[in-house]
C-alpha cells in the first residue's frame, strides 16, 4: 500500500513539472523566424537544420552552425513535395521551395505548410514582380 502512495506522489511531482515546463514555454513565446531544413547548392549535399529570418528588409538562411545564407535578390523557381529518399531526411508533410540565389547558386529549402506563406513573402517567386 505504501508503494502506491509513493508512486501517486511521484507521478504528481512529475506532472507538476511537466506543466511547470511547458508554461515556462508558453510564456516565452515562440522564437523569430520560419524553422526549416536547407542545402545548397540544389538536389546535392546534406539538409541542414536552420531559420530563415525576413527583418530588416532582407532575408537570410541562418543554418545551426555555420555563417549565415543572404537571400537578398534570391527568387523562388518552384514549390514541390519530398521525395520518399528525402522525406527520410526531412520532414515527409514539409514543402520544398527551390530558390535561385543572386550570384547564381542555387538552394533548397524545405518548409512545412503552414511557413510556406512567410517563406514565399521573404523569398518572392520569380514570375511575381517586385
Known sequence: MIEFLFLALAAAGV?????????????AGSPAGIPGM????????????????????????????????????ARATAVRVPSVREGISINPG???????????????????????RGLLEAVPEAGAAS
Open 94 to 116: 514539409s514543402r520544398i521551395v527551390a530558390c535561385a540565389l543572386e550570384g547564381g547558386g542555387t538552394m533548397e529549402i524545405a518548409v512545412m505548410p503552414l511557413d510556406l
Open 38 to 73: 536547407a542545402r545548397t547548392p540544389a538536389g546535392e549535399g546534406r539538409w541542414r537544420s536552420g531559420r530563415l529570418y525576413a527583418d530588416q528588409g532582407a532575408a537570410r538562411w541562418q543554418p545551426g552552425r555555420g555563417p549565415a545564407v543572404s537571400l537578398a535578390g
Open 15 to 27: 506532472g507538476w513539472l511537466v506543466r511547470r515546463k511547458q508554461r515556462q514555454r508558453i510564456e
